[in-house]
């Protein structure tokens, strides 16, 4: 169980263009999602955390005009990086939880981005 | 200071040794503990979670908390080529807490040698 998707898994773009990453729960229902970037040999770094219904809360330096998150259902969300540009390049990763009080997250296998 | 303190390694043990991989923190509201494994280009998986101090044990992998000094553990025995991967450490108060945000370690690159 408690099984977490994303697509696509990896994606190269021209700068300037907008893409976007869907992250599912296929087995469970998520009522709070969080997205990760991960950079080359470094740990995760939160972007923002959505609850399902409400916009999502984003992190101190994260442009939230530039990230823009969209919580619609309780088994998915979407990250869209929009007029995307090179050092937009990364590694991005969703978590859900099926509970806003359950502590364990459990992860998407990850999308890697590369604006070219 | 960090909040979380974890070695960035890499670790390189060989194949069948005892494996410690460790993180210390700063924030005495930290409840909650977690052990995550990460291949290359992968996302993390989730190994093991404890609340309180002590030890939990799933198969060859033993969590261990020590609260008093602020200080995680993961051990793996019997360690196989297949282990070498990422190790995260992850902590933060109960998600029930208004201040609830996870606090990630570093990670440690593990690596087994046949």
């Known amino acids: 169980g408690a099984v977490v998707s994303q697509h696509p898994s990896r994606v190269i773009c021209k700068s300037g263009t907008s893409v976007k990453i869907e992250c599912r729960s296929l087995?469970?229902?998520?009522?709070?999602m969080f997205w990760y970037r991960q950079f080359p040999k470094k740990s995760l770094m939160l972007m923002a955390t959505?609850?399902?219904?409400?916009?999502?809360?984003?992190e101190q330096g994260v442009e939230k005009d530039k990230f823009l998150i969209n919580h619609a259902s309780l088994t998915l969300s979407t990250l869209t990086v929009t007029s995307a540009h090179p050092e937009d390049s990364s590694f991005y990763i969703c978590?859900?939880?099926?509970?806003?009080?359950?502590?364990?997250?459990?992860f998407g296998p990850g999308t890697r981005l590369t604006v070219l | 200071q960090k909040e979380v303190e974890q070695d960035p390694g890499p670790l390189s043990v060989p194949e069948g040794a005892i494996v410690s991989l460790n993180c210390t923190y700063s924030?005495?509201?930290?409840?909650?503990f977690m052990w995550y494994r990460q291949y290359s280009r992968k996302g993390p998986e989730l190994l093991m979670y404890?609340?309180s101090s002590g030890n939990k044990e799933d198969g060859r992998f033993t969590a261990q908390v020590d609260k008093s000094s602020k200080y995680i553990s993961l051990f793996i025995r019997d360690s196989q080529p297949s282990d070498s991967a990422t190790y995260l450490c992850?902590?933060?108060?109960?998600?029930?807490?208004?201040?609830?945000?996870?606090?990630w370690g570093a990670g440690t690159k593990l690596i087994i040698k046949p």
């Open positions: 959505s609850n399902e219904g409400s916009k999502a809360t984003y």
């Open positions: 992850a902590m933060g108060p109960r998600a029930m807490d208004s201040n609830y945000q996870l606090i």
């Open positions: 404890t609340y």
């Open positions: 978590s859900a939880k099926s509970h806003p009080h359950t502590d364990t997250q459990y």
């Open positions: 924030n005495s509201a930290f409840q909650y």
């Open positions: 087995d469970f229902q998520a009522t709070t």
